[in-house]
């Protein structure tokens, strides 16, 4: 059995794995949406292109992605300590047929999909073409998850964290090679891009081969691990059943989410002038520091939670949670910050070329601005899920999501009559923080006290420190410079140094517990079960 010491190495080595990897799958994401950006710009027909590729995806997290993110992991672990490599086999097998019906039947049924998303005839007539050849991605996103969650539960994180640079990079070459390709402009003349089939369907085929690559690109990182996977088509394996037993509550959650994302792209959709595209952009950027730190912690985290769940070691659980939550405060909250402060100069600095122009930046980054006052409450949410999932309660989560989709809703319908596609990007960061906050709470409730005073106090520090800097940022940048060029890269190159400079300064006077993320304690001595 590891030693304390060897157990904390291995964590560290997986953490810097997982981190490098989603690293590099988030900038190359951003290159893919400077791409996206480049080709198809902002309006009708990146709404209508957005939109279609999307519905992919809540197909996907309708049908089995929720589940499998919140179950696999777990089940996975179980089964493998065992050596029972046909469990694997018989939920992949499930999930693969499960999808390619809901693949065939998503084609056939295109057009009557496409109504339920927009109300814009013009974006129908895109949105419906794309689609058909975006449905193919639903049962790649299942083999992935599928296969990403094997290698997690093997603690291999790096084949899993690399693969979306793949469907990134292909992505984007479709989208810059798309202007070069064909002579239609989707900006100023709409009705001839969507009466361009070729047109249309090199953008439908070049995105789902992105999410094919995807897929693939874990085959050898399975055959490295040595699990062996073979069709087996057996619903009644425990595998199987364990997994749909678990579903159950969350089936619930993932239809909440679904119903508050349709709602909210209805309402962002708007007249069709490019608001969803808008918000789409946005949330993307919002993403990134949550991709690159807290996927990284939850990644890392969530097998090791699973065991400790099992052996019941309560006391190691809570420090190891409570290790996660520092990280993730000191390092999510000044990005916060820093995306409310720098939300001009970084749009324009990645976006604004070819199709993309000035009045979309400054549409986009008011979006962006807003979503940063979330980050940090997404963040915490999120993980604190995982903490729930590792104690195979899926009935909690589906409460707390009810609560936080009910809430985005009930705020979205006022503020954005108000505020534009900006106030859906506020009820976004409102419904989330609450939830994060009520999440904790729960967790404490069902395995002692989750948030140790220790961690609270290391949260308000940098939460203050990060604030602070955000404002210092704010009114220095503001002195120079432009929001637009070579001015607002010039912004970016002071404000991101300042930032840091700002933060870690704060953090050295106010002595925030020792260094980044606090002392984890115990959690160093925790041992893999």
Avoid: K
């Avoid at 939109?51 to 996975?76: D, K, Q, R, S």
């Avoid at 999909?113 to 007539?125: C, D, F, G, N």
């Avoid at 009705?191 to 897929?215: H, Q, W």
């Amino acid at each position: 059995m590891s030693t304390g010491l060897e157990a904390a190495r291995v964590t560290a080595r997986s953490g810097a794995t997982v981190a490098l990897g989603t690293a590099l799958s988030r900038v190359t994401g951003v290159v893919r949406l400077a791409a996206l950006a480049y080709a198809l710009g902002r309006g009708t027909f990146s709404d209508a292109f957005n939109a279609a590729n999307t519905t992919p995806n809540v197909l996907y997290e309708l049908a089995v992605g929720g589940i499998l993110t919140a179950t696999l992991v777990p089940v996975f672990v179980e089964h493998l300590d065992d050596d029972d490599h046909d469990a694997v086999s018989a939920v992949a097998t499930a999930v693969a047929a499960v999808l390619a019906v809901i693949t065939v039947l998503g084609i056939v049924a295109a057009p009557l999909l496409v109504q339920v998303i927009t109300s814009q005839p013009e974006q129908r007539e895109i949105a419906t073409h794309l689609l058909r050849f975006f449905m193919p991605q639903v049962l790649f996103y299942g083999l992935a998850a599928v296969g990403g969650a094997v290698l997690n539960a093997r603690r291999s994180f790096a084949a899993p964290a690399l693969a979306p640079v793949l469907n990134n990079l292909v992505v984007s070459a479709m989208f810059v090679a798309v202007p070069h390709l064909y002579a239609t402009d989707p900006i100023t003349d709409v009705a001839g891009a969507a009466g361009d089939r070729g047109y249309l369907t090199f953008l439908g085929v070049g995105t789902t081969l992105g999410v094919v690559a995807m897929a693939l690109a874990l085959l050898p990182a399975l055959r490295r691990s040595g699990v062996r996977i073979r069709p087996l088509l057996a619903w009644r394996h425990p595998a199987v059943v364990s997994v749909v037993r678990l579903s159950g509550w969350t089936v619930g959650y993932v239809v909440a989410n679904q119903i508050a994302l349709m709602v909210v792209y209805r309402l962002a959709l708007g007249n069709g002038d490019g608001d969803l595209t808008a918000y789409q952009l946005a949330f993307t950027f919002f993403q990134l520091p949550h991709g690159l730190i807290a996927v990284t912690v939850m990644t890392t985290h969530g097998p090791v939670l699973a065991r400790l769940a099992v052996a019941e070691h309560w006391g190691r659980f809570r420090a190891r949670f409570g290790s996660g939550l520092r990280i993730l405060g000191f390092f999510v909250c000044p990005a916060a910050a820093g995306l409310i402060a720098l939300s001009r100069p970084t749009i324009s600095v990645v976006l604004e070329h070819g199709n993309f122009a000035a009045a979309d930046t400054r549409s986009t980054a008011a979006v962006l601005a807003w979503f940063g006052v979330g980050l940090v409450g997404f963040s915490v949410y999120l993980y604190t899920l995982r903490a729930f999932y590792a104690l195979r309660d899926t009935r909690t989560p589906f409460w707390l999501n009810v609560i936080e989709n009910a809430l985005n809703i009930a705020l979205a319908i006022p503020l954005v009559s108000v505020m534009g596609v900006e106030g859906l990007a506020l009820s976004y960061a409102i419904a989330y923080s609450v939830a994060a906050v009520l999440a904790l709470v729960a967790l404490g409730r069902a395995v002692g006290p989750a948030v140790a005073p220790s961690t609270v106090g290391v949260l308000i520090r940098v939460i203050a420190a990060a604030a602070v800097m955000g404002e210092l940022v704010g009114i220095v940048i503001r002195r120079f410079g432009s929001d637009h060029g070579l001015g607002a890269a010039a912004r970016l190159t002071v404000g991101i140094p300042l930032g840091a400079v700002i933060y870690l300064g704060l953090l050295a006077l106010t002595r925030p517990g020792g260094r980044p993320g606090g002392r984890p304690g115990r959690a160093r001595a925790v041992t893999p079960v």
